[in-house]
């Protein structure tokens, strides 16, 4: 081989690697801008229609609820919700599909749907929300040596196959098409390699990047609600809040503990109201809706009223008195997915009623049962013992009262 072809067979392949390495950058960018578009495009309106239920649905209320709230500065409420609606859609779609089956309620990842959006409105204010689209944008020099580097290739190779033809036309024609056919399928299968190869780095510093994010928000919030109520402070604080509604009845009709038989209270959650629990524990909410029993010789004294829990206070209240006679029945339902009802009807066609639910299938958390958390809940709720009492007046009359005190004698 002369030096001439030497050089000439070098120079086409070190074109053929410059424009391999160049292109392959070039079109690794194009495909994922092309992504990221495809990704943040707006929904179609037919597609945006669609409810969700469930988990989902719920993480749909948070973040329609924070992009409403979370309004860029000098933006009008339809130019950002338009302008954000893919990304809105592609946000919400992660934090579905990574909490969906983990049995994590909604309202344990509100902080982090209220960090995203914020992000989101961030990069609006500052205009860096579309910056993908000039990072992913091809570089003059990439597209430069792409292009030189396949004329180098191609001006080589011709240049080779025009010398050797004429020597052995029918050996150059085969080796010439060999060559190209595995030149072809080599760069199509390296191509794939390092395209997912930049993929997977590029998703993965993109993930990381998020996820500092996410942490420094999450110790953010969890410094702020440092300082917040166990909860066995809210159990403490919630049974204060009885004994100051029972000492209220009792002066309100001039009795003192002495004068009663029996007292039980029913605790149902008020309206509106928000409620949050720990791990295995009763749903606490802001609000309540008590219904106290006082049981005295000549009959019952019952209150309700509703508490504002966050600020202590009580309103609303309403007070009803009859005798045991007046007890027609004591209903109570009991649903397979937990929810509780109980009913007290009077001879007079008056009813008393308190609702108790349980928690939705989908903010069960692990190694939890709707079973479970009914119970806990249930028993936080003083419904066992005022369903005891109640029964037992309903079925007896005013003898329970004697029964009973006849029967924790003996035992």
């Known amino acids: 081989m002369s030096s001439t072809a030497l050089l000439v067979y ?5 074109g053929g690697s410059c424009a391999a390495r160049a292109g392959a950058e070039w079109h690794f960018l194009t495909e994922r801008r092309r992504a990221k578009d495809k990704e943040y495009r707006r929904p179609r309106e037919h597609a945006s229609r669609a409810k969700s239920t469930g988990f989902a649905g719920k993480v749909d209320q948070h973040f329609d609820h924070y992009f409403a709230t979370y309004l860029p500065h000098n933006t009008s409420r339809s130019a950002w919700l338009a302008g954000t609606a893919g990304i809105r859609r592609s946000v919400r ?16 990842i509100a902080w982090l749907i209220r960090y995203r959006v914020s992000e989101v409105r961030r990069q609006w204010e500052n205009g860096t929300l579309w910056n993908y689209q000039q990072e992913l944008s091809p570089p003059l020099a990439i597209k430069v040596v792409t292009l030189l580097g396949l004329a180098v290739l191609t001006s080589g190779t011709i240049w080779t196959v025009g010398r050797a033809a004429p020597t052995a036309p029918a050996s150059t024609i085969t080796s010439t098409f060999l060559a190209l056919l595995a030149g072809a399928l080599a760069s199509r299968a390296w191509l794939q390699i390092f395209v997912e190869h930049q993929r997977y780095a590029a998703d993965k510093a993109e993930a990381t990047r998020i996820q500092k994010g996410c942490e420094a928000a999450f110790r953010r919030w969890k410094l702020k609600l440092a300082d917040k109520p166990t909860d066995p402070d809210m159990a403490a604080w919630l049974d204060h809040d009885r004994k100051v509604l029972l000492d209220e009845a009792l002066h309100h009709y001039g009795l003192t503990m002495s004068d009663m038989i029996a007292h039980a209270f029913i605790e149902t959650a008020g309206s509106p109201t928000k409620r949050a629990r ?7 909410y802001t609000r309540y809706r008590l219904l106290l029993f006082l049981l005295t010789k000549d009959g019952v004294r019952q209150l309700s009223a509703d508490l504002d829990f966050e600020r202590g206070t009580f309103h609303d209240r309403a007070r009803t008195n009859y005798r045991y006679e007046a ?8 649903a397979d997915d937990g929810d509780h009802s109980f009913e007290l009807a009077l001879v007079n066609g008056e009813l008393v009623k308190a609702e108790m639910l349980a928690a939705a299938m989908e903010e ?32 007896e009359g005013k003898c329970w009262i004697e029964q009973e005190r006849q029967r924790k004698a003996d035992f």
């Open 10 to 14: 070098l120079l086409s392949i070190g």
């Open 93 to 108: 779609d992660e934090i579905v599909d990574v909490y969906r089956e983990q049995r994590t309620g909604v309202e344990k």
């Open 364 to 395: 069960l958390q692990v190694d939890e049962t709707l079973a479970t958390v009914s119970e806990t809940t249930l028993d936080a709720a003083g419904l066992g013992h005022t369903l005891h009492v109640m029964e037992g007046i309903a079925a």
């Open 278 to 284: 720990v791990h295995k524990g009763p749903w606490r």
């Open 327 to 334: 007890v027609a029945a004591v209903r109570v339902r009991q």
